[in-house]
């Protein structure tokens, strides 16, 4: 079984200012990685993933996330935030030799861009 | 291309009545997956169909939560008698093949209140 932990609840953080989530994960198999942003009242949207090769990861709306095996992390950058980017982000993992597909999710880091 | 739809958004009703969520995936999607999202914690994965057939459906609570996919396209998930802790937001997704490595698109999610 795997777990995802999301070491920030939230983070506050200054328009244009850089912001860094923090997410930790724990398998006993090799696994994929994914970071989501969810919009007040809405779904999930897909922001990057990791399946294999370079392990910098460039994603949607200049994001990127970079996967460190050895410490079993995917931590997800942005250099300079808009207000738009105000939403909560959850990294996920799912099995690479699993029959399904089952996402394995974090609690969620709730970002906060102040103007 | 039409995204995946969810109806109602939202719902209240009493303790110990039953209510049902309904889901239409996006057109070719084989794979259709259920999450439950308790305020504050990330999505978990309720049930996981390919087409008609259930992939995995562990933490389904089986003895009050029921979910079909009869001709493989669209879904109900329903729950007979809900209790307090069934209000969640319920987030319909679904993919293309079901692998690992595939994205899961989410619909808008149908917000549950039990009173």
């Known amino acids: 079984a795997q777990s995802v932990t999301q070491l920030d609840s939230q983070v506050p953080v200054f328009e244009e200012a850089p912001v860094e989530l923090r997410c930790n994960y724990s398998?006993?198999?090799?696994?994929?990685l994914f970071w989501y942003v969810q919009y007040p009242n809405q779904g999930l949207q897909l922001l990057l993933k990791y399946l294999s090769g370079s392990t910098l990861v460039k994603g949607i709306n200049g994001f990127e996330a970079e996967f460190n095996k050895s410490q079993t992390s995917f931590h997800l950058r942005k250099p300079s935030v808009h207000i738009s980017d105000t939403a909560e982000y959850f990294c996920a993992v799912s099995e690479t030799k699993a029959a399904g597909n089952k996402l394995t999710f974090g609690g969620g880091t709730r970002v906060l861009v102040k103007p | 291309e039409a995204g995946v739809a969810q109806s109602p958004r939202y719902k209240i009703i009493e303790k110990r009545q039953s209510v049902a969520f309904w889901c239409n995936p996006i057109s070719g999607h084989a794979t259709l997956y259920w999450y439950q999202q308790i305020l504050g914690q990330g999505p978990k994965l309720l049930i996981q169909f390919q087409n008609n057939g259930v992939v995995d459906d562990s933490q389904l609570p089986k003895d009050r939560f029921s979910a079909e996919r009869l001709k493989g396209v669209d879904s109900t998930l329903k729950i007979q008698p809900a209790k307090l802790e069934d209000s969640a937001v319920y987030l319909c997704a679904s993919s293309l093949v079901g692998q690992g490595r595939d994205e899961q698109f989410f619909g808008p999610g149908t917000r549950l209140t039990v009173l």
């Open positions: 398998s006993s198999v090799s696994v994929y």
